[in-house]
């Protein structure tokens, strides 16, 4: 974590000496949880972000993103984890409408790649956010190493996937 704080530091340097403030920002989340995975952040400690983030910029979807000329904000949550459910009420109080990126085929998903155990959404939860506003995305079938499959296998886990979500949610993914 000090080395991402470290890198994350060095990066935007440049920007705080000169005084600019980035004009789009999008943060990535995956967990919302105490389990202390490197890609978990805590409710506490999401909280504390989206607050401080929501004093510098204007929260908006991630699909309108560059509809706006000052700057703006968008929130996203990779792989669709179940646990990310409980910052719902947190962000719908404050109008503010995530994107999460989830899987289609969650029951054959690549462990490994994702590299933990936790709970998936299942289609009630994912129904559930896209009826408060979220916007659903596409983040492959099953999460695979990408650099292991064929330009076959690639076009099935990104095309396929889509297609099939749409299909089932009756939404644009």
Request: proline residues 5%.
């Amino acid at each position: 974590i000090l080395t991402r704080r470290l890198v994350y530091l060095v990066l935007s340097l440049p920007d705080l000496l000169l005084g600019r403030k980035l004009r789009t920002v999008i943060l990535c989340y995956h967990s919302i949880s105490t389990n202390g995975w490197i890609h978990s952040v805590t409710e506490q400690q999401f909280q504390k972000q989206i607050l401080y983030l929501a004093r510098f910029y204007k929260i908006v979807p991630l699909s309108g993103i560059f509809d706006y000329s000052y700057p703006v904000a968008a929130i996203t949550f990779d792989d669709g984890y179940a646990d990310i459910v409980s910052v719902a009420p947190f962000l719908q109080k404050l109008g503010i409408r995530p994107t999460v990126f989830i899987l289609s085929d969650p029951a054959h998903a690549n462990r490994r790649e994702l590299d933990n155990d936790s709970r998936l959404l299942n289609a009630a939860e994912i129904a559930r956010l896209h009826k408060i506003g979220w916007e659903i995305g596409c983040h492959s079938a099953t999460h695979p190493d990408f650099t292991t499959l064929s330009p076959f296998q690639t076009a099935k886990e990104v095309k396929h996937s889509k297609k099939t979500l749409e299909k089932q949610f009756k939404i644009p993914i």
